[in-house]
């Protein structure tokens, strides 16, 4: 036990020691936190649907119908019916031929990549993808190529450079929407060398489901070449409102990852309170109400993010909803955090590793149903604290 004291003392005196809070309540705009009303900005439910009465209600009726566990994994003991609902729901949506779902989106990248790559085959990976990428390619044990954060010019380069060698498959990952930045992946561009250098393109769309693109379809859809991506990941857990991801794509693919990837194989699968309410938000995401949803979502990030690029912060290149304030190291990150908590505002501090070393920040996140008043108080509030500190 010394060794791990040691550890959290250590962790501590970087500024760096985690912890959990508690939150009571479905997550909207305002939440109780350790028992004190705040104003929730740093959660992923974007469109406010974690606690629509439709979802909340088919998450009851689906347990009701079906029971409260799936049994055991989907080749053990079947897929039951909402499985497969789902997945056909999920692959109109998106365009494909089929579609498989995952327990999280955290099993989703490592299951795709680790069951349709191995050592012979090649990744080539955007600096800045989500950790669940990291790892699901160091699972695959495929050589694994990093280039710059979206330089498309790096990564062909790096392509032609391993052309004439080539052995395996080559795949292009990338985020669509990435998660600490807020920024977009060129698209279109990685569209244009995967088919020139014969790559599979996957793209993990676990911020821009259900909110980007007049449909929601993601930022395939927003930069107009959704159906040249040949990988649609995305996640249930964040515009959806539930918990699950999935991932889009032909036939034969599906078909290798049910027979390989493992945290598909060897986990129990999603249970109906899950499925059922995945299943109405795919309903409610492709309504009027969830197109109102998503202009709401995109009126909200301009009334918070106008201020804040006016007083000259460093955004870090966002242009949605996830809008993250470059702050540099973690105390001041911190400090800056728990200040705009005592003013009520609920504001996540990042640090590495889950952002690189120098490159702290506050990370907000902006949810269609945020009152507008409310987004420019905090903003001005923000503007304050972060002027105050610079002083200092
Ligand atoms: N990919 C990205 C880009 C993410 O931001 C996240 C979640 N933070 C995941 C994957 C993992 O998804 P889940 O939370 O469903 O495991």
Redesign the pocket.
């Known amino acids: 036990m010394e060794d791990y004291r040691r550890d959290l003392d250590a962790l501590a005196q970087r500024g760096m020691l985690r912890f959990l809070r508690t939150v009571d309540g479905a997550q909207g705009p305002r939440v109780l936190l350790d028992g004190r009303e705040v104003l929730l900005l740093c959660s992923?439910n974007y469109l406010g649907l974690a606690g629509h009465p439709r979802l909340c209600r088919a998450a009851a009726d689906a347990a009701l119908k079906y029971g409260s566990g799936s049994g055991a994994s989907r080749l053990v003991s079947g897929s039951l019916a909402l499985h497969e609902q789902l997945e056909q729901r999920i692959a109109a949506f998106k365009g494909t031929a089929a579609a498989l779902v995952f327990n999280?989106?955290?099993?989703?990248?490592t299951g795709i990549l680790q069951g349709l790559s191995g050592p012979e085959d090649l990744i080539f990976s955007d600096a800045l993808?989500?950790a669940?990428?990291i790892d699901g390619c160091r699972l695959s044990r495929a050589r694994t190529l990093v280039y710059p954060h979206g330089d498309v010019a790096a990564l062909e380069d790096l392509m032609k450079k391993e052309q004439p060698r080539r052995r395996g498959r080559w795949f292009i990952v990338t985020?669509g929407?990435?998660?600490m930045d807020g920024d977009l992946a060129p698209l279109n561009e990685l569209v244009t060398l995967k088919e020139r250098y014969d790559a599979l393109l996957m793209v993990?769309d676990?911020?821009g489901t259900g909110v980007l693109g007049d449909g929601g379809r993601g930022s395939g859809e927003e930069q107009g070449c959704l159906e040249h991506i040949d990988l649609h990941?995305g996640?249930?857990?964040?515009a959806l409102g539930g918990?699950?991801?999935f991932v889009a794509a032909a036939q034969p693919i599906i078909d290798v990852l049910i027979n390989r990837s493992r945290p598909f194989i060897f986990s129990t699968s999603l249970p109906p309170a899950v499925l059922g309410p995945a299943l109405t938000a795919f309903e409610l995401v492709d309504s009027e109400e969830g197109r109102r949803r998503r202009v709401a979502l995109r009126r909200n990030r301009e009334v918070f993010a106008a201020p804040l690029r006016a007083a000259g912060l460093d955004l870090c290149g966002s242009t949605t909803q996830i809008v993250p304030i470059l702050t540099g190291a973690p105390q001041p990150t911190m400090d800056a955090a728990a200040a705009l908590l005592e003013r009520g505002i609920f504001v996540q501090g990042i640090r590495p590793p889950t952002v690189p070393e120098g490159r702290c920040r506050l990370r907000a996140t902006v949810m269609a149903d945020h009152d507008p008043q409310d987004l420019e108080t905090a903003a001005a509030t923000l503007v304050e604290i972060l002027a105050r500190r610079a002083q200092v």
């Open positions: 992923n999280s989106g955290y099993a989703a990248n993808n989500h669940s990428i985020d929407v990435f998660s993990d676990a911020h990941m996640t249930l857990g964040k918990f699950g991801a």
